[in-house]
């Protein structure tokens, strides 16, 4: 299939001066908003809402109104069940720039998946007006959740996720990395800006939450994003792949509907339930082409249901950066497109998901023990859909292209200088907005996650342990 690249949509950009949500506290930091990313992408297609919500010019502010009755709910319902997906009644403030938005009874929920907490107090704890006890979460919101009609969006968004800078003491590393798909041309990456985040519960003064992670839902609206020379048609099947999707098996119990239960599957369609039986024969059909067919047979198959270079152009970014909590080295964290409903007649996508531990947060994992070094032609052995392209010169040379192409200094795309440039431009919008009321993660520090299994790396100290030189001397080094 064709690629195509959105045009930038040429709306009028905001600069005005960001101040703190009106009912919030007034803010005394210096106004960074009217500093331009350096070499922003011009990936925003030509329309109106994303071009707003996620213009990374204007960093929006977010303020969540609950009451406290649904808010001692919330609390309540995640010490029964913590991966519950419930949503809850609020109110929300979307200030950008000069202007100010506001959404009634729309939908709040907690995010997250070994990542996900408690926002305040401990188990059993209702919220205290007195002395409140904070934390970072990560928060879901769907503004339509309650109300079906236009004044429940941001300007025709419907929904929003939030994501706090869990281990991620730089502050960029998802970021970094779904910047770099799209400058690279990766259209099937999703759009996420800085935002800075308030909650305000019952009549109590909002608290600061600090600066968030603004990121756009996969979903139906995701797709119908992507239609002209992307996807082509939105009637298709969505699926997210998560623990044990590496497309070896199709045992039933890997595969469900969201049934929004909090239950993870392998593979979870996010579709209606009464096409999840039309959708699995699909994915399943897929599946077992993709184990069954001979060498040659595959090749022309892969090449007839996939944009081959695109996805390896995708992978080329995944393993750039360090991504090994993915379907070639982990089987987890993406999600798959087909983008029609007959069980042989389709083009299949990847979609790349989840990237906060990238940029050398490292672990033992499957074949890994260094992301800055392993060799990228042996990323995995986990994900068959890599394993079985791997196979192909023609494809290892598209791959190992795509990675020459990302680490050349001339392109501007993953070479350190860059990069360091990216991040310092990043890190100097959001230095003075990260103290925050919750107390943590006070301050940019340039460590990995603590967690991890190479603690030395850095994004921008230069020398043997600054993560895109070890990287590209990987690449570099292929045969």
């Given at each position: ?327 070639w080295n982990n089987a987890n964290n993406f999600y798959v497109y087909f983008n029609s409903t007959d069980k ?84 100097a919008r959001i230095q003075s907005y990260i103290s925050n009321d919750t107390g943590e993660d006070m301050q ?36």
């Open positions: 299939m064709k690629r195509l690249f959105y045009s930038l949509c040429s709306i009028a950009l905001l600069f005005a001066s960001c101040t703190e949500v009106g009912n919030g506290p007034e803010s005394d930091k210096p106004n960074q908003d009217n500093d331009s990313i350096v070499d922003q992408p011009e990936t925003k297609p030509d329309e109106p809402g994303v071009a707003y919500v996620w213009d990374e010019n204007v960093i929006p502010e977010i303020t969540i109104h609950i009451a406290e009755e649904e808010w001692n709910k919330l609390l309540l319902r995640f010490d029964e069940h913590p991966h519950n997906v419930d949503y809850f009644h609020a109110d929300f403030t979307y200030k950008k720039g000069g202007e100010t938005l506001f959404v009634q009874d729309g939908g709040l929920r907690l995010r997250g998946n070994t990542s996900r907490r408690r926002p305040e107090g401990q188990t059993g704890d209702l919220h205290s007006p007195t002395n409140p006890d904070w934390h970072h979460c990560h928060f879901g919101i769907n503004f339509r959740k309650y109300h079906k009609d236009a004044d429940h969006t941001i300007k025709g968004i419907r929904k929003l996720n939030l994501k706090w800078f869990k281990d991620d003491a730089c502050y960029v590393r998802e970021m970094y990395c779904y910047d770099l798909f799209h400058r690279y041309g990766i259209w099937t990456a999703i759009y996420n800006t800085y935002c800075r985040v308030w909650l305000q519960v019952g009549e109590g003064a909002p608290v600061y939450y600090g600066v968030y992670e603004q990121m756009e839902s996969i979903d139906d609206e995701y797709v119908k994003r992507r239609i002209d020379g992307m996807f082509e048609n939105k009637n298709g099947h969505l699926w997210k792949c998560t623990s044990g999707a590496n497309f070896q098996h199709t045992n039933a119990r890997d595969f469900s509907w969201d049934k929004d239960d909090g239950a993870t599957f392998a593979y979870e369609f996010k579709g209606d339930s009464a096409d999840f039986a039309v959708a699995k024969a699909q994915l399943e059909d897929f599946i077992l082409k993709l184990k069954g067919k001979s060498e040659d047979s595959f090749y022309k198959w892969i090449k007839e249901v996939c944009d081959v270079e695109l996805l390896l152009k995708t992978y080329a970014v995944n393993v750039v950066v360090g991504m090994w909590d993915d379907h042989f007649d389709y083009q299949f996508f990847f979609i790349p998901y989840d990237y906060d531990n990238t940029l050398g947060t490292s672990l033992n994992c499957g074949v890994q023990s260094d992301a800055g070094r392993q060799d990228p032609y042996n990323w995995g052995d986990n994900g068959l859909l890599m394993e079985r392209l791997m196979r192909f010169e023609e494809f290892r040379e598209i791959y190992k292209k795509a990675l020459m192409e990302l680490v050349a200094p001339e392109n501007n795309l993953f070479h350190v200088d860059a990069s360091i440039a990216r991040i310092e431009a990043w890190q940019l520090e340039d460590i990995p996650a603590s967690w991890g299994n190479h603690h030395e790396y850095r994004l921008l100290e230069r020398g043997a342990n600054n993560f895109f030189e070890v990287k590209t001397q990987s690449v570099l080094n292929m045969n």
